[in-house]
């Protein structure tokens, strides 16, 4: 496998997506292109890597065995170019699926697009930091929208 080429190729799907959900507008068919296109084309890259290198049908020559109950363990896995590119895979998909969420929810409660923007960049680069932002923004917004949901 050849994992860096891998590692470019889900990069771009992901900015691809990034970028269609930032900038264009949100129509359903470019909502449904960033779920299905991004989210489930990086889910299931994500998916065919991880069970093809822990069944061994894609063979890992840099070792790095599944211990997830071990800092030592984890830091094994991310010592690969295999493990790193499965588990930054793994990021980029729930990062995006959660800047979605955050879109259509902003979108629900009429947040302005120029203040979901920077909320959107901060969960695409630091998805939690993003995340949080917008539990913060969004309280307020859902009140003066009465949508809580």
């Not at 991880?50 to 363990?73: K, L, Q, R, W």
């Amino acid at each position: 496998m050849d994992w860096p080429t891998l590692f470019n190729a889900v990069n771009l799907i992901a900015l691809i997506a990034w970028a269609a959900l930032i900038l264009l507008p949100r129509w359903p068919a470019v909502l449904s292109g960033v779920l299905y296109l991004g989210v489930g084309l990086l889910c299931l890259i994500y998916a065919v890597a991880m069970i093809g290198v822990v069944s061994g049908a894609i063979p890992n020559p840099e070792g790095g065995g599944a211990d997830f109950t071990t800092i030592e363990g984890v830091q094994a896995i991310f010592a690969t170019q295999a493990g790193v590119t499965i588990g930054w895979t793994h990021y980029l998909a729930f990062d995006l699926f959660v800047g979605l969420w955050v879109a259509r929810d902003a979108d629900a409660k009429a947040v302005s697009r120029l203040v979901q923007a920077p909320i959107l960049l901060a969960t695409f680069i630091a998805g939690p930091l993003g995340l949080l932002v917008w539990l913060i923004v969004r309280e307020p917004a859902a009140r003066k929208t009465g949508r809580f949901s």
